[in-house]
C-alpha cells in the first residue's frame, strides 16, 4: 500500500509509527497537500493524509472517517498575517499548497470582514508575499514558526469559530476507492494510537527539527490538534461547504 502524507507537524501523530515501523507492503512518503491529491489522481498513491477540500469538490475522493487534522478554535500553523487594517486589504498572496485553506481564508475575509482581494499564488516566503500582497496566508510548519511582529495576525483557526461555532476539518485521510479505505482503516487507526503514545518524543523530535520551543511543540499536539473526527467535525465541514459554494469557490 502506497501512503502518502504532508510532512508537517500537525500530522506527525498520524504517521510516525508508519514512519518508524512501516509493516510489510507498506511505503510512507511526503508531499503537501496539493502535490497529495494529484498523485491520488495519477494513480501514484493509494491513500493520503490530505486537504479535505478536495473531497467536497469531487465525487471520486473518499474521506476515511474517524479521523483527521482537525481543531475546535485556535489552529496556531494557519495564519493570515497582514501589514494593513483587515478591512483595507485589497490583495491576497496565497501558498497554494493547500485549497482547504485558501479557500478557509477566502471565506473568513468576505463573510466576517466582507473583504473579497484580489488573490496572487506564491511561494510560501511572507517578505515575499508582503512585497507583492498587502496579506499573505501561511500553513504548516512555516505557519507555526513564522514571527508575524509588527503584523496583524489572524490565527484562521480561531476566525473560522468566532464565525460558525464549529471545528474546522483540514485534513484527512483520502483516497480514490472507498475500498481502499476500507482495507487500511485498521492500520490507519492503529498508527494513530501508537502516535498519541509517543507524544513527548514527537514533541522532542520535532521541536529539534523545526528549532522551535519544546513546549510549544507538546502544547499544539495535545491542546491544539485534533486528530479523532465525530459528527462536530463533520458538521464543521458540511458548514465550509456551504459557505464555499454560496462564494461560487467550489470547482475553482
Known amino acids: 500500500m502506497r501512503i502518502g502524507s504532508v510532512p508537517y507537524l500537525n500530522a506527525r501523530p498520524l504517521v510516525d509509527w508508519l514512519e518508524r515501523c512501516p509493516p510489510a507492503g507498506v511505503s510512507l512518503q511526503y508531499a503537501i497537500p496539493s502535490v497529495l491529491i494529484e498523485q491520488l489522481l495519477a494513480g501514484e498513491l493509494d491513500i493520503a493524509m490530505a486537504s479535505t477540500f478536495p473531497t467536497l469538490e469531487r465525487s471520486d475522493l473518499h474521506l476515511l472517517p474517524g479521523l483527521g487534522v482537525t481543531t475546535p478554535g485556535a489552529a496556531w500553523s494557519v495564519r493570515l498575517l497582514s501589514r494593513v487594517p483587515i478591512p483595507d486589504i485589497r490583495t ?7 485549497r482547504s485553506t485558501v479557500v478557509m481564508a477566502r471565506i473568513i475575509l468576505a463573510d466576517r470582514y466582507g473583504v473579497t482581494p484580489e488573490c496572487r499564488n506564491l511561494p510560501p516566503d511572507l517578505d515575499l508575499m508582503l512585497a507583492h500582497a498587502d496579506a499573505a496566508v501561511l500553513i504548516g510548519d512555516i505557519g507555526i514558526a513564522v514571527s508575524g511582529e509588527g503584523l496583524i495576525d489572524l490565527d484562521l483557526g480561531a476566525e473560522w469559530h468566532a464565525l460558525t461555532g464549529l471545528s474546522f476539518y483540514y485534513a484527512g485521510w483520502v483516497a480514490r ?12 487507526f492503529e498508527a494513530c494510537e501508537h502516535g498519541m503514545a509517543r507524544i513527548s518524543e514527537i514533541a522532542d523530535e520535532e521541536a ?3 528549532r522551535l520551543p519544546r513546549e510549544r511543540c507538546y502544547r499544539y499536539l495535545t491542546e491544539i490538534m485534533r486528530y479523532h473526527t465525530g459528527e462536530g467535525e463533520l458538521a464543521g465541514l458540511a458548514e ?10 467550489i470547482g475553482k
Not at 92 to 98: M, N, R
Request: glycine content about 4%.
Open 92 to 98: 491576497l498572496a496565497l501558498d497554494t499548497a493547500s
Open 177 to 188: 476507492d472507498p475500498a481502499v479505505l476500507e482495507e487500511a482503516a485498521p492500520l490507519l
Open 208 to 210: 529539534a527539527r523545526l
Open 240 to 249: 465550509f461547504k456551504r459557505r464555499a459554494e454560496w462564494l461560487g469557490l
